[in-house]
């Protein structure tokens, strides 16, 4: 079975704070990856995807993420928070050809003006 | 595009009785709905998967008969808790796939089941 490790579950920043995540998961295959991120008060959105090519895939938002298969990892990044950024980031993955998402337990982060 | 939205937002129930909740996608056609739920401080967990109208597909360890699923067109998906326990109490959220993508589901406001 697949599972997904976020492993900060709390992060605080001020702005223009760099912001790194990290994402491990658990499956030998091929996998989707997926950042999703919910704002306070709103449903979850996609941020980003990796389905294949380029493992270094930009999202929205200032938001890119590396898929490092040999570390079975899917960090997201940015250079420089906002505070809008203040949001719980969740990290997902889809394995083989199932329709099945595996989510981690999400981050919050929480970006100080 | 791609809105899906949950009815009720918010629900506080009796013990003992049913609920249902709502999930539409408003703008697009879903073949494929799934139910989450989710637990205080923990990741989303699936419930079931759904694809319109076959029998919805549930995880290891969701009780289909407690939790009913309807998927009957490629715009609603239904979940009755039915006989709710305190325990339920939880928030529930569905997302939805559109027709010809089915890597990316879309996601609803969630509902949040209160049973006293």
């Known amino acids: 079975a697949q599972s997904v490790s976020q492993h900060n579950h709390h992060v605080i920043l001020s702005e223009a704070a760099s912001l790194e995540l990290g994402c491990n998961y658990s499956?030998?295959?091929?996998?989707?990856l997926f950042w999703y991120v919910q704002y306070p008060g709103q449903h979850l959105q996609l941020l980003l995807k990796y389905f294949s090519g380029d493992p270094l895939v930009k999202g929205i938002k200032g938001f890119e993420a590396e898929f490092i298969k040999s570390k079975f990892s899917f960090n997201l990044r940015k250079p420089s928070v906002q505070w809008s950024d203040t949001a719980e980031y969740f990290c997902a993955v889809r394995s083989g050809g199932y329709q099945k998402v595996t989510f981690g337990i999400g981050t919050k982060l929480q970006v100080i003006p | 595009g791609a809105v899906v939205s949950q009815h009720p937002s918010r629900v506080i129930c009796k013990s003992g009785t049913s609920v249902k909740i709502e999930c539409r996608s408003l703008d697009f056609q879903a073949t494929t709905m799934f139910w989450y739920r989710q637990f205080p401080k923990q990741s989303l967990m699936l419930m079931a998967t759904s694809n319109e109208g076959s029998k919805a597909t549930y995880e290891q360890g969701v009780e289909k008969d407690k939790f009913l699923i309807n998927h009957a067109s490629l715009t609603l998906s239904t979940l009755t808790v039915t006989s709710a326990h305190p325990e339920d109490s939880s928030f529930y959220i569905c997302?939805?796939?559109?027709?010809?993508?089915?890597?990316?589901?879309?996601f609803g406001p969630g509902t949040r089941l209160t049973v006293t």
């Open positions: 499956y030998g295959g091929t996998v989707n």
């Open positions: 997302s939805a796939s559109r027709q010809g993508e089915s890597y990316e589901q879309y």
